[in-house]
């Protein structure tokens, strides 16, 4: 499986951005997909998960109620809509594939393959 996240940028707090990506694999409608994000000297962090199905998702409490996640299993994408973009969102953003679980696992270890990333970058 090979990720290509991209969408990412340089915006002010309070702006919008959309980031996307692409999954290769016909089977990519089985898997259970999330964001996960680092900051300079922090560890990666979860932001997002979601179902194969797209009817489950969760979130970290620091993005709840401003990032939605979603899939298109037809295009085999993953999606990460971010809202009222705070200074502190800025960082890598890594998607991550899940082959193996039923459920949305918030450990990086769960996940069994990792996009190259794309930076956020949030002004105050």
């Known amino acids: 499986v090979q990720l290509q996240a991209s969408g990412g940028g340089l915006v002010q707090a309070g702006d919008s951005l959309r980031l996307s990506c692409a999954a290769s694999?016909?089977?990519?409608?089985?898997?259970?997909m999330a964001w996960f994000r680092q900051a300079p000297g922090k560890e990666r962090e979860f932001v997002a998960g979601?179902?194969?199905?797209?009817?489950?998702?969760n979130y970290a409490d620091s993005v709840k109620g401003r990032f939605t996640i979603s899939r298109d299993n037809a295009k085999s994408t993953v999606y990460l809509q971010m809202n009222s973009l705070k200074p502190e969102d800025t960082a890598v953003y890594y998607c991550?594939?899940?082959?193996?679980?039923?459920?949305?696992?918030?450990?990086?270890?769960?996940?069994?393959?990792w996009g190259q990333g794309t930076q956020v970058t949030v002004s105050s």
């Open positions: 694999g016909r089977t990519f409608s089985t898997y259970i």
């Open positions: 979601i179902s194969w199905s797209g009817s489950s998702t």
């Open positions: 991550a594939v899940d082959r193996d679980k039923l459920y949305v696992s918030v450990g990086t270890s769960s996940y069994d393959y």
